[in-house]
């Protein structure tokens, strides 16, 4: 039976054992830019601070049906094919949809709720050309340099990977902060009693996209960026 050490990263728990990141956000535990945090620090200001180990400590034994993938087995053109044919695929329609409807529940509810949907605006506002241009840069400069290192193991091409995987984290964690602030700022994602299905449909996406991009950062921090 495997034991939960508390000095493990929750970066390092997430990649061995993937069952454990619904409990991650559950409990709104940052493993993608706060993944290098261990667990005695990411809970130390949780009252129930044992259940919750206890929890993780029974999602770590659950043998999963469906196969994981363990990704240190995989090539660097492998793990970045599929973090574009994924994760980028999947940032770039959802966050062309959620504009137009953030821009559409403003418009609707503002008598109601004008206060709380200026704030989401505001901050999708930020959000969405930042993801854009991050995207940008990661398929036009940083992944193609991935690629050609895998190729020739080329020094002078990793040292300007490194330089660029600074600037990726540091947009990371941006990207994080971003999160967070929508996440407070509509309790968790939840809509208001009042609220239409396009209303319900937003928050979802919101929160589903949160949920990809944090995994999608995840594999980029904690993977990929250290096989270099």
Not at 172 to 194: I, M, R, S, V
Request: proline content about 3%; glycine content about 4%; some cysteine.
């Amino acid at each position: 039976m495997v034991r939960l050490d508390t000095s493990m990263s929750l970066g390092e728990a997430v990649m061995l054992y993937p069952q454990t990141t619904n409990l991650m956000n559950h409990y709104k535990l940052d493993y993608c830019c706060g993944g290098k945090d261990t667990f005695e620090v990411a809970l130390s200001g949780f009252e129930d601070k044992a259940k919750i180990l206890s929890e993780f400590e029974v999602a770590m034994n659950i043998i999963e049906d469906n196969e994981t993938m363990d990704w240190h087995t995989k090539p660097i053109s492998e793990i970045i094919d599929y973090i574009i044919g994924k994760h980028h695929t999947y940032m770039k329609a959802s966050l062309k949809e959620l504009d137009e409807l953030i821009n559409k529940i403003l418009d609707v509810h503002y008598i109601s709720h004008g206060e709380e949907l200026l704030v989401v605006h505001s901050l999708f506002g930020q959000l969405k050309p930042e993801l854009e241009a991050h995207l940008v840069k990661e398929e036009r400069v940083l992944f193609p340099l991935f690629r050609q290192f895998e190729e020739n193991q080329d020094p002078v091409v990793r040292e300007k990977i490194l330089q660029h995987i600074k600037d990726t984290e540091d947009e990371h964690d941006g990207a994080g902060d971003l999160f967070k602030a929508l996440e407070k700022a509509t309790n968790g994602y939840t809509e208001p009693e009042d609220a239409c299905v396009t209303y319900w449909k937003t928050y979802k996406l919101l929160d589903e996209l949160e949920k990809d991009t944090f995994n999608h950062i995840h594999l980029e921090n904690t993977i990929l960026f250290n096989m270099i």
